[in-house]
């Protein structure tokens, strides 16, 4: 299973909000940032210059599945069109200038952006190999968040890849078995249980891929001595498990114990009270 297309993602956003009202904010601003990309989700094309054919699509799986790298590895920055990640990117530093408490620190970026000096296909590029050097260089020149300036040029390229998880084929997704997302190459520290196989869930594509109930799916780490969970009281449903060896962790999902629903797209946000619990004092593990 795979996560809804954007607009079916907003509508979800207004169910939760009424089942999840302590996360109001963070779902109205997931919200509005979906609206801004709604009109790629929309096109043919997804944000590329042209629209990935299922031949196109069928070669990258081959690749993928023969050198255990994920399908990202094989794209060119140059499939997307950076007029318009450069201006999605602008459109969501608008919205958080206008928004968000801080926002008018975006003003320097925003300029930069709709007047071309930032290189959207530098940027492009930097997103796809996860190149931290480039955020960090151009974060502290605008007076950025790293973090934030990676947010909003992902941001633009997600309804691609988000089409690209919805199309591959099963079969590559259940023998998978690998602790990165097989198409976009993220790390996921979200699960979910189902029909007891464990599937990480991509926080960015959101594929779900199938691995291995007993390791860890930060370093690898499969001896029992230094791995565990914690059932978090008076949270049905709901489990971290932690490796001893990286001192990271994964939050997981029973789907068939949920008290309440938790969106396909929504469940790192909506399980920030097991990030707390599991980087607090009593336990201080780190986010993968």
Do not use: H
């Amino acid at each position: 299973m795979s996560r809804l297309t954007v607009k079916e993602q907003i509508r979800e956003i207004d169910s939760a909000a009424e089942e999840f009202p302590e996360y109001l904010d963070l779902l109205n601003l997931r919200k509005a940032i979906l609206e801004i990309l709604l009109p790629v989700d929309d096109s043919s094309t997804k944000g590329a210059r042209d629209a990935l054919s299922d031949e196109a699509l069928r070669d990258l799986q081959a690749k993928a599945v023969a050198s255990k790298r994920p399908i990202s590895s094989f794209l060119e920055s140059s499939i997307f069109d950076e007029d318009e990640v450069s201006s999605i990117a602008g459109e969501i530093a608008e919205y958080l200038m206008r928004s968000r408490p801080g926002g008018e620190a975006l003003d320097a970026l925003l300029k930069a952006l709709r007047s071309r000096v930032v290189d959207a296909r530098e940027a492009i590029k930097a997103t796809l190999g996860e190149d931290a050097e480039w955020f960090q260089r151009y974060g502290e020149e605008y007076g950025v968040e790293p973090s934030l300036l990676l947010f909003m040029f992902e941001a633009p390229l997600r309804p691609f890849f988000e089409d690209l998880a919805r199309r591959v084929e099963g079969k590559l997704r259940e023998t998978w078995w690998e602790p990165f997302c097989p198409v976009c190459g993220r790390n996921s520290v979200v699960a979910r249980i189902r029909q007891g196989k464990r599937y990480m869930t991509c926080t960015f594509c959101g594929a779900e891929y199938l691995v291995d109930l007993f390791f860890c799916t930060n370093c690898g780490n499969n001896d029992p001595r230094t791995i565990g969970f914690i059932a978090p009281e008076g949270l049905t449903g709901y489990e971290i498990n932690y490796c001893e060896k990286c001192n990271r962790y994964t939050k997981v999902l029973y789907e068939d114990r949920l008290r309440r629903k938790i969106p396909r797209g929504l469940e790192d946000l909506l399980t920030r009270g097991l990030d707390e619990l599991a980087r607090g004092e009593e336990f201080g593990f780190k986010r993968a």
